[in-house]
C-alpha cells in the first residue's frame, strides 16, 4: 500500500507537524513520509473517509518487536548476575503501555499525532494506549529508515533512566507489606500513607508520602508515582523499626 505524502499531510492549530517534531529532537529522517505513518492514527483516515491512507499500526507492531529487542538487551546488561525471569521482570516493565506513555508524553509525542476531531477532544493526545502505540509505531520507523544503531541512540538513553528506576522500585516492592506485617503483629495498628505534596509537570511529577502510626509519622518517601513514594515510605520505617532510637 503506497503512503501518502508527508506534504498533504495537514496539521491543525497547534499542532506540531512531522517536520517539525523531528527538527525538535534533531532526529534526521531520509523518508520523511515514515515518520508521518507512524504519527497518523487509523481515526484520522477514516474520519476522512479514506480507508486507504495508511495509519500506523503496521509500524507499531514492528516497533513492539524493536522495543522488545532493544529492552532485552538493556535487562541483559544490566543485570550480568541475575536470572532469566529477573531479566524478564525488566524487560515486561520497560516495555509496558504506562511507561511507553510516560516516555512519549517526555519527547511531546502527542503533540504531533494526526488523529481525527473526535478522539482529540476525547482526550486522545494525552490517552496512554494512543501514546504507547504511537511510541511503538516511532520505533519502527526510525528502525526502517536508519536501522538498529539509530533506534539505540535514540532509545537507550530513555530506556536507561527508566530501567535505573524501575530497578528501584523493585528492589522495594516488598516494604510495604513486609512494614504492614511487622507494625500490625509489634503494634497492633495498621499503617496509613498520607501524601505531603505533588511537584511538577504533569509528565513528570513527584510525589512525597508519609507513613503514619496512630497518627504518628514512621516515614518519609519520595518517588515519581504514589507506589513508588510510598514505598520508599515503607523502606524508610522499616529501617526505623528495626533499629529503633531512644526517644526518651
Do not use: C
Not at 536470572?83 to 504531533?112: P, S, Y
Amino acid at each position: 500500500m503506497p503512503r501518502s505524502s508527508s506534504r498533504n499531510s495537514a496539521t491543525s492549530a497547534g499542532q506540531l507537524s512531522p517536520a517539525a517534531w523531528a527538527r525538535l529532537h534533531q532526529l534526521r529522517f531520509h523518508d520523511l513520509d515514515l515518520l508521518t505513518e507512524a504519527l497518523t492514527h487509523s481515526s484520522f483516515a477514516n474520519e476522512a473517509g479514506d480507508s486507504e491512507s495508511p495509519n500506523n499500526e503496521r509500524l507499531e507492531f514492528l516497533g513492539d518487536a524493536v522495543l522488545g529487542l532493544v529492552s532485552g538487551e538493556l535487562a541483559f546488561r544490566l543485570l550480568p548476575d541475575e536470572t532469566e525471569g529477573e531479566m524478564t521482570r525488566l524487560r515486561v516493565a520497560l516495555v509496558r503501555r504506562e511507561a511507553l506513555a510516560d516516555l512519549a508524553r517526555k519527547i511531546r509525542l502527542g503533540e504531533a499525532l494526526h488523529m481525527s476531531a473526535g478522539e482529540v477532544k476525547t482526550g486522545g493526545r494525552n490517552r496512554d494506549k494512543m501514546l504507547a502505540d504511537a511510541f511503538e509505531a516511532l520505533i519502527g520507523a526510525i528502525y526502517l529508515d536508519r536501522g538498529m544503531d539509530a533506534v539505540r541512540a535514540f532509545v537507550m538513553p530513555m530506556l536507561n533512566e527508566l530501567a535505573g528506576q524501575t530497578l528501584l522500585e523493585q528492589n522495594q516492592v516488598d516494604a510495604r507489606s513486609r512494614f504492614h506485617y511487622r507494625i500490625e503483629s509489634e503494634h497492633g495498628a495498621a499503617p496509613v500513607y498520607r501524601v505531603v505534596s505533588e511537584s511538577g509537570p504533569e509528565h513528570d511529577r513527584e510525589y512525597v508520602i508519609e507513613v503514619l502510626v496512630k497518627g504518628k509519622v514512621w516515614g518519609t518517601g519520595a518517588g515519581h508515582s504514589k507506589q513508588a513514594a510510598s514505598q520508599a515510605a515503607a523502606a524508610e520505617a522499616l529501617s526505623r523499626l528495626e533499629t529503633p532510637v531512644d526517644e526518651g
